[in-house]
C-alpha cells in the first residue's frame, strides 16, 4: 500500500510517465533485416561445437537426465554456436580502408544501400550474449574504428562514461555491448544501425536492446540487423 501510495502521489505531482505507445509518433522508422552468413565460414566443425551437440542430444533423450543438466547442456551448445559464428559475423561487419574514406563494405551493400559512401558519421551499435564472441568481435574491429565495450563485469560508474563517450565523440563509431547487461538504461541515439551477432531466450530484452537507439533523440531512421 505504501509503494502505491508513493507511486500515485508521484505521478500526480511530479513525475511524468510517458509509454513508448504514447510517443510512437514522434520516433523515426525502424526497421529489421534478416542476414544469412557465409556457411564457409561458419565452424561448424569445431571438436568444441560437436561435443557439445552430441552431449546436448544425449541429454534430450535421456530419461534419468534432470532438468538442470538438460539446461545446462543446452547453455554450452548455445554457447559454442556463438563461437563458431565469429568468424562469418567479422567478416560481415568488416570494415575496411578506401583512399579518401571509409565505409562499411557490407553494410552500405546490404542494408544502407542510400547512405552516401564515405559518411563518417555511421555509428553501429553490436550486441552479444558470450564474453568470447564479445572479445572477439570488438578485437577486429577496434583495429580500425575506436569504440567501446560493456558487458557484465564494467562497473555502472564506468558505463556511463562509456556511453557518453560513444554519444558524443564523432571518433567513437563502434559499441560492443553485452545484451543481457546492456538492453536497458543506455541510451544510444548517435547510432542508427544496430547488429546481433547473437541472439536471446526472450524476445522482450532483444526488443529492448535495439530501443537503446530506436527512442526519443534518435534523428535518423534505425536499422536492425
Known amino acids: 500500500m505504501i509503494v502505491a501510495y508513493m507511486q500515485l502521489m508521484l505521478e500526480s505531482t511530479v ?3 510517458r509509454l513508448k505507445k504514447d510517443v510512437a509518433n514522434q520516433l523515426r522508422e525502424k526497421s529489421r533485416k534478416v542476414v544469412l552468413l557465409d556457411p564457409d565460414i561458419v565452424q561448424f566443425d569445431t571438436k568444441e561445437l560437436t ?3 552430441e552431449h546436448f542430444r544425449r541429454q534430450t533423450s535421456s530419461k534419468t537426465a534432470s532438468h538442470h543438466e538438460k539446461r545446462g547442456s543446452l ?24 583512399p579518401g574514406y571509409l565505409r ?3 553494410l552500405l551493400v546490404y542494408i544502407l544501400q542510400q547512405l552516401m559512401e564515405g559518411n563518417e558519421t555511421l555509428k553501429v551499435v553490436i550486441f552479444a550474449h558470450h564474453n568470447y564472441v564479445l572479445s572477439q568481435l570488438y578485437g577486429a574491429l577496434s583495429e580500425t574504428y575506436r569504440g567501446i565495450r560493456i558487458d557484465g563485469s564494467t562497473a555502472p560508474e564506468d558505463r556511463k562514461v562509456l556511453c557518453d563517450t560513444f554519444q558524443q565523440d564523432d571518433n567513437c563509431r563502434i559499441a560492443v555491448l553485452s ?3 546492456c ?23 532483444l526488443a529492448q536492446a535495439e530501443d537503446r537507439l530506436h527512442r526519443l533523440g534518435q534523428r535518423n531512421n534505425v536499422t536492425v540487423v
Do not use: C, D, H
Not at 547453455?75 to 578506401?98: D, E, H
Not at 538504461?185 to 530484452?205: D, H, K, M, Q, R
Open 51 to 53: 561435443e557439445s551437440q
Open 15 to 17: 513525475m511524468i510517465r
Open 179 to 181: 545484451i543481457t547487461a
Open 104 to 106: 562499411w563494405i557490407m
Open 183 to 205: 538492453s536497458t538504461g543506455l541510451t544510444l541515439t548517435a547510432a542508427s544501425v544496430v547488429v546481433f551477432a547473437e541472439l536471446y531466450w526472450n524476445p522482450g530484452i
Open 75 to 98: 547453455l554450452n551448445y548455445y554457447q559454442q554456436t556463438g563461437k563458431a559464428k565469429v568468424p562469418a559475423v567479422i567478416q560481415y561487419l568488416q570494415v575496411r580502408q578506401f
